[in-house]
């Protein structure tokens, strides 16, 4: 299991657009909770995926829309 959490930056400061790409981010399986948040970045993401394939196609998807103007990736460890 692959999970980690994206920040997002957006271009723009307009709320409507935020909101639009947090619907954007809910919709996508691999998206397990996804806010608005206050301060550097405009938006957090929880992703997960089963394979590392799926881990860098979700991430490559969701650092290209066009709403995003830059990004930070935390992956998480995980032990069993």
């Not at 997960?48 to 969701?62: G, Q, S």
């Amino acid at each position: 299991m692959y999970k980690a959490y994206i920040f997002l930056k957006l271009d723009s400061t307009d709320p409507e657009i935020g909101e639009k790409l947090l619907e954007k981010l809910r919709k996508r399986k691999e998206v397990k909770e996804a806010y608005m948040v206050y301060g550097i970045y405009d938006l957090i993401a929880k992703i997960e995926v089963e394979t590392p394939e799926r881990f860098r196609d979700t991430l490559k998807k969701i650092r290209n829309y066009n709403e995003v103007n830059r990004n930070f990736l935390l992956n998480l460890i995980i032990r069993d």
